[in-house]
């Protein structure tokens, strides 16, 4: 596959996985499963079914996401193969969803987050092997 592709097509499957827990989860289903379906209105339609059971499984199971995500990532990077004349499309929904979902200034984290006082009485928040400090006091010891 070329790298361009690769790239692309997991940019979108992160855009999308982040988009089912966010605001931009209705433009991107819509206008990747137009993509996928080619003018087929069955398939675009069995396409946005599938979607929203992979955004079934990562509310229910959040630590799926990047499960779902390599499973999109496969199936765009397969369309952009055979049609790489769709990337400019695809490029430009994953722009107006990614816009959409920081349009509110959050950041919707999907998976595990554990937060916890750290270093004495500093609040931090733990998102796989990164640490975030909150800024906030714990009124704890």
Partial sequence: ?????????????????????????????????????????????????????????????PDHGAVVGGRWEGRLGALLEEHPELAPELRRLVDEARRENTAGGNDTIVGTVTVAPAHGSIGAVRIGNATVNTGFRHSGS
């Fill in 1 to 61: 596959m070329d790298a361009e592709i690769a790239a692309l097509a997991a940019v979108a499957a992160q855009e999308l996985v982040r988009s089912m827990t966010g605001q931009g989860w209705t433009l991107l289903r819509n206008g990747i499963a137009e993509l996928l379906g080619r003018g087929d209105e069955e398939r675009a339609g069995r396409h946005a079914a599938l979607l929203e059971t992979s955004r079934q499984e990562v509310h229910h199971e």
